[in-house]
């Protein structure tokens, strides 16, 4: 159907008017301009000039799709496929149209019918696979993608894009040979340099990924991501001072943005606050919020101010308990008046923090003494075996998590009562654990964060995967066993058995991605020797 605007209009009178290619023509100069909405004003001229124009249609399409309407640019989309109904090129216009808008299941039928219109045309075959990929589909679109390739070897959107899904699907030397291949033929493609050094980052050639990220860079200078990951890399290896520098380019990522409430207000830079308000804000996780809070109580040791940290709500009551601090607030509460402010990530640079002088006294955060006695009575029936709690999921498909199957090995060690700390899907696990290894469900009575610490104060140790109990436990200073597949997160460094973060913290490493029997074979090592010391 013909848009409302252009039903029942008849083209102006007297005068001369231009044809609808001078229009068309003109807008296309202004879009190469980037003067999207002057160009949509002369695509508008020029489909009421010739009503049944398909290109002009297409156009208005594209330049509603890069000014960010999506009902616009769907609904010009669908004028130029009823004008052209043969077109594969516009189904595939339409299919990112819908794939932008998370429409995945109607962008593959639009992929579907590119590819049923024209069979030889690459790019179907191409966003076809992109659109299986978006299903979590990935078989399917790798097949696709092959099949974009074997058509137009030279494409080398898919050779990127079939990068990314056999990355997905696991295959690395494979990912790493499209994305080399989609670089040979795209130099300049800075995102390439960047996947290409993510993946040498996971093989441990930190040389080869340092020089991608490089080039990277060097290809895009404000590239934000590139940044983050190169100083991500250099904090893993120890190099603090070059690190936090680098790092503040995450505050222009997207999801910290977003989170990033009053990036706009002034920054604080250290100095004492003679009288002002310093707002602190966490930008990140809860585990980030943990690690780095400890600087909170350092700001507002810098003195003559006040400290008001902002942070998730779970976290609010646990952090409230520290005296290092004039108040704690949720997100959703009102935050009051204040002169400076600074994302809680930002303060290890301020702080001027190298490994050699990590703030690590612990504990800085602290458990609730009246919810502690109530689980140290309700634990006392265990007698004198070790307490021992158990997390080992962080996401339905994090690389961080452990099925608790993998734990297995700690069935045989004696003298030992387990309890599951884990929260989510995973949780159920424990009703299924492997032979022998019998863990005791406590979740039913943790509402925050404030509830774990105190069921951590009542126990003898925590081994966890890498999450934010691991980072309660390390803060409050009890001890924790922190478990790690390869690579481990920056924070915890290279080739590490502790932390400087947390002293009280033990690091078990995979010896290779995904050897998790490795691991829990040393744990349960471990863990027996605990217990014939505590004898």
Known sequence: MLPGWLRGRSRPRGGFVPPAAAELEAAKQLLAGGQIEAAIE???????????????????????????????????ARLAIELDPGSAELRLHLGNVLRGTGRHEEALDCCCEAV???????????????????????????????????????????????????????????????????????????????????????????????????RAIAEKPDFAEAHVSRALQRLAQGDFAAGWEEYEWRLQLDYVRRKGLFASKPRWDGSPLAGRTLLLYGEQGFGDTLQFFRYAPLAAARGGGRVVVSCLSDLKALLSRNPGV??????????????????????????????????????????????SRWWAERLAADGMALKVGLVWASGPKSTRSIPLRELAPLAGVPGVSFYSLQRGDAAREADKAPGGLRVRDLTAGLTDFSDNAALLASLDLLIAADTSVAHLAGAMG??????????????????????????????????????????????????????????
């Open 42 to 76: 002369r695509l508008r001229q020029a489909l009421e000039l010739d009503p049944r124009h398909p290109e002009a249609a297409r156009e208005l399409a594209v330049a509603w799709h890069a000014l960010g309407d999506a009902d616009q640019a769907e609904h010009f």
């Open 116 to 214: 049923r219109l024209d069979p030889a045309l690459a790019r179907a075959h191409n966003n076809l696979g992109n659109a299986y990929r978006d299903l979590g589909r990935t078989e399917e679109g790798i097949a696709a993608l092959r099949e974009a390739i074997r058509i137009d070897p030279g494409l080398w959107e898919a050779h990127y894009n079939l990068a990314v899904a056999l990355r997905e699907a696991g295959d690395r030397a494979a990912a790493a040979e499209h994305i080399g291949a989609a670089l040979e033929r795209r130099p300049d493609f800075a995102q390439g340099w960047l996947d290409l050094g993510l993946l040498r980052y996971l093989e441990g050639d930190l040389a080869e990924a340092r020089a991608h990220y490089d």
């Open 326 to 371: 004039d108040a704690v607030l949720g997100f959703e509460d009102p935050i009051p008046p204040f002169d400076l402010c600074l994302p809680l990530l930002s303060l290890p640079r301020l702080f001027g923090t190298t490994l050699e002088t990590v703030p690590a006294e612990v504990p800085y955060v602290y458990a609730d003494p009246g919810k």
């Open 478 to 535: 009890m001890p924790v066993w922190t478990l790690h597949n390869d690579p481990a997160d920056w924070r915890w460094l290279l080739d590490r058995e502790d932390s400087p973060w947390y002293p009280t913290m033990r690091l078990f490493r995979v010896a290779r991605a995904g050897d998790w029997a490795g691991v829990a074979a040393k744990v349960a090592s471990a863990l027996g020797a605990l217990v014939r010391e505590r004898r």
